[in-house]
């Protein structure tokens, strides 16, 4: 089966810079040719790096660039979940086997992650461990009678050792991403509400205790994004009512400041949701972000 997404007639994919200061997003590139999703920002600053038709990208963070294919070895088609290695050489993805792969940004072979002997798991990366030996991934139980509702945090070496179970329970967890300093993972859960669907920001410490709640609101709250500095964070917000983190739906991106996690600032609000900011999107200097919308000719909010 194919689960590469493609743009609907009409649609584009728009890359948008934000402001960690508060300044206006600007709108840096724009495509009709090829789905994007979910931008990472390289060590250096000069490249954001997105997943396009099952494939991996690179272009400059400012207006006028152009996408380059990074040529990988041996992978099969690529989802919107990858994050890049602290040393800046090397690229953690997610492929649609349901398994991570490690790569490097300049291309080439690459080296599968997790195992084959639990073959009913999916993989699903989000975070990388500050001194690049672990990784928070989103383990989603494929014998079960809902899938995409079984979504619990997981840890595993970057070598490729025994997987780590740190949620447990039928209320699914997702976008598993470590703090800079590496003490906590933010994600998103359903656990503390009984709504279905009804996601808010949380943290735990990395070996799983301590899950302290940050946000408490009325949206649906994913994908918490925590600045190279600590300072700032980035999360998508969805309507009251949404299941999962859907594609094709207006959604606000919000900015945290200073650890203000019940005073967030609308960025922009857009269509988008799937693919808009899957992954961490932080620019090296904390000072800018990225992310992606869907905008469809002639459609109204």
Known sequence: MDYTRKLLPGQVSRIHIGYADGREPTVIFETDRILIEAPNWTLDGSRLIVNGDGLLWSIAPEAGGELELIPLEGVPPLNNDHVLAPDGERIFVSANDWHIYEARLEGGPVRKVTSVKDPERLHFLHG???DGETLAYIGLNAGG???????????????????VQLTFGSRPADGSEYSPD?????????AFEST????????????????Q??????????????????RSAIYI???????????????????????????????????GGQGTVNVNSWAPDSRRFAYISYPIAGLDD
């Open 128 to 130: 990388v461990s500050p």
């Open 145 to 163: 009678e809902d899938v995409w509702a079984s979504g619990n945090v997981y840890t595993v070496t970057a070598t490729g050792g025994e997987d």
């Open 182 to 190: 590496g003490e906590f993972i933010y994600f998103n859960t359903e």
């Open 196 to 211: 279905p669907g009804h996601a808010q920001i949380a943290r735990m410490k990395a070996d799983g205790s301590d899950v």
């Open 213 to 230: 709640q940050l946000t408490f609101d009325e949206q649906v709250n994913w994908f918490p994004h925590i600045a190279p500095d600590g």
């Open 237 to 271: 917000a969805f309507p009251s009512g949404t299941e999962g983190h859907p594609a094709n739906k207006w959604v606000e991106v919000k900015l945290v400041s200073d650890g203000r996690w019940l005073q967030p600032r609308t960025v922009e609000r857009l269509h």
